[in-house]
Protein backbone atom coordinates (compact mmCIF):
# COMPACT_ATOMS: atom_id res chain seq x y z
CA UNK A 1 0.00 0.00 0.00
CA UNK A 2 1.67 3.04 -1.08
CA UNK A 3 0.68 6.38 1.44
CA UNK A 4 -1.50 9.40 0.10
CA UNK A 5 0.51 12.66 0.14
CA UNK A 6 -1.81 15.33 0.30
CA UNK A 7 -0.70 19.06 -0.77
CA UNK A 8 0.62 21.46 2.36
CA UNK A 9 -2.79 21.92 4.33
CA UNK A 10 -2.19 25.29 6.46
CA UNK A 11 -4.21 27.42 8.41
CA UNK A 12 -5.26 30.41 6.25
CA UNK A 13 -6.40 33.29 8.31
CA UNK A 14 -9.38 34.43 6.45
CA UNK A 15 -9.87 37.26 9.06
CA UNK A 16 -6.41 38.65 8.42
CA UNK A 17 -6.65 38.08 4.49
CA UNK A 18 -9.97 40.79 4.64
CA UNK A 19 -8.55 43.33 7.11
CA UNK A 20 -5.60 43.57 4.77
CA UNK A 21 -6.73 43.20 1.19
CA UNK A 22 -10.42 43.31 -0.01
CA UNK A 23 -12.30 44.69 2.56
CA UNK A 24 -9.70 47.37 3.76
CA UNK A 25 -10.31 48.91 0.64
CA UNK A 26 -13.47 50.19 1.02
CA UNK A 27 -12.33 53.90 1.46
CA UNK A 28 -11.66 53.80 -1.95
CA UNK A 29 -15.02 52.07 -3.30
CA UNK A 30 -17.38 54.70 -4.98
CA UNK A 31 -20.68 55.27 -3.52
CA UNK A 32 -23.64 54.41 -5.01
CA UNK A 33 -25.35 57.41 -6.67
CA UNK A 34 -27.48 59.02 -3.63
CA UNK A 35 -25.96 57.39 -0.99
CA UNK A 36 -23.18 59.16 1.10
CA UNK A 37 -19.69 59.88 0.45
CA UNK A 38 -20.96 63.57 -1.50
CA UNK A 39 -19.95 66.60 -0.34
CA UNK A 40 -22.49 67.98 2.17
CA UNK A 41 -25.60 70.48 1.01
CA UNK A 42 -24.98 74.20 0.85
CA UNK A 43 -27.29 75.67 3.55
CA UNK A 44 -26.71 79.02 2.63
CA UNK A 45 -28.34 78.34 -0.78
CA UNK A 46 -31.90 77.41 0.47
CA UNK A 47 -34.23 80.07 1.19
CA UNK A 48 -36.32 80.17 3.87
CA UNK A 49 -39.97 79.78 3.62
CA UNK A 50 -42.00 82.47 5.77
CA UNK A 51 -45.72 82.08 6.27
CA UNK A 52 -46.34 85.68 4.66
CA UNK A 53 -44.61 83.73 1.68
CA UNK A 54 -46.36 80.87 0.22
CA UNK A 55 -44.62 77.92 -1.45
CA UNK A 56 -43.88 77.64 -5.31
CA UNK A 57 -46.69 76.35 -7.28
CA UNK A 58 -43.92 74.15 -9.30
CA UNK A 59 -43.22 72.50 -4.93
CA UNK A 60 -43.42 68.74 -5.16
CA UNK A 61 -46.07 68.85 -2.75
CA UNK A 62 -48.13 71.61 -3.87
CA UNK A 63 -48.20 69.80 -6.88
CA UNK A 64 -49.43 66.36 -5.28
CA UNK A 65 -52.39 68.14 -3.86
CA UNK A 66 -53.17 70.43 -7.01
CA UNK A 67 -53.54 66.55 -8.25
CA UNK A 68 -55.86 65.46 -6.17
CA UNK A 69 -58.20 67.92 -6.27
CA UNK A 70 -57.19 70.86 -3.41
CA UNK A 71 -57.39 74.12 -4.44
CA UNK A 72 -55.55 77.18 -2.73
CA UNK A 73 -58.10 78.32 0.33
CA UNK A 74 -60.00 75.49 0.67
CA UNK A 75 -59.29 72.90 3.72
CA UNK A 76 -57.88 69.63 3.75
CA UNK A 77 -59.94 66.60 3.52
CA UNK A 78 -62.81 64.54 1.24
CA UNK A 79 -65.29 67.52 2.26
CA UNK A 80 -62.69 70.57 2.85
CA UNK A 81 -63.37 70.57 6.46
CA UNK A 82 -59.45 70.52 7.45
CA UNK A 83 -57.04 72.59 8.10
CA UNK A 84 -56.66 75.86 5.73
CA UNK A 85 -53.81 77.62 7.50
CA UNK A 86 -50.34 75.85 7.16
CA UNK A 87 -48.60 74.25 10.58
CA UNK A 88 -46.65 76.38 12.27
CA UNK A 89 -43.14 75.08 13.60
CA UNK A 90 -42.36 75.89 16.60
CA UNK A 91 -38.95 76.25 18.17
CA UNK A 92 -38.49 72.99 20.94
CA UNK A 93 -36.28 72.39 23.45
CA UNK A 94 -33.15 69.96 22.24
CA UNK A 95 -33.12 67.60 25.04
CA UNK A 96 -37.02 68.32 25.84
CA UNK A 97 -39.19 64.67 26.35
CA UNK A 98 -42.40 63.58 26.15
CA UNK A 99 -44.74 65.77 29.04
CA UNK A 100 -41.85 68.33 28.97
CA UNK A 101 -42.38 71.70 30.47
CA UNK A 102 -41.05 75.24 30.26
CA UNK A 103 -38.67 75.71 32.60
CA UNK A 104 -39.83 77.11 35.87
CA UNK A 105 -38.04 80.04 37.97
CA UNK A 106 -36.53 78.59 40.61
CA UNK A 107 -35.54 80.41 44.21
CA UNK A 108 -31.97 81.53 44.17
CA UNK A 109 -30.88 80.02 47.23
CA UNK A 110 -31.78 76.54 45.55
CA UNK A 111 -29.67 77.16 42.28
CA UNK A 112 -26.64 74.68 42.65
CA UNK A 113 -23.56 77.03 43.72
CA UNK A 114 -19.88 76.21 43.56
CA UNK A 115 -18.66 74.23 46.09
CA UNK A 116 -21.48 72.59 47.13
CA UNK A 117 -21.38 69.15 48.07
CA UNK A 118 -23.29 66.11 46.24
CA UNK A 119 -25.38 66.04 49.68
CA UNK A 120 -26.48 69.81 49.40
CA UNK A 121 -27.20 69.32 45.61
CA UNK A 122 -29.77 66.34 46.50
CA UNK A 123 -31.06 68.63 49.48
CA UNK A 124 -31.53 71.78 47.12
CA UNK A 125 -33.30 69.61 44.87
CA UNK A 126 -35.83 67.68 47.30
CA UNK A 127 -36.59 70.72 48.44
CA UNK A 128 -37.16 72.61 45.06
CA UNK A 129 -39.29 69.44 43.87
CA UNK A 130 -41.48 70.04 47.33
CA UNK A 131 -41.85 73.83 46.86
CA UNK A 132 -43.12 73.56 43.21
CA UNK A 133 -45.97 70.93 45.11
CA UNK A 134 -47.06 73.05 47.47
Do not use: H
Amino acid sequence: MRPVVLPCLRYQDRDLANRKGSLSDMGTMPFPPGVGGGRGADVQSYEVITPDKAIDENNVGNRMLRNMGWQEGLGLGKDGSGIVEPVQAQAMDVRAGLGSQQRKAVDPSLEAQAGDSYRTLIQKKALARFREMS
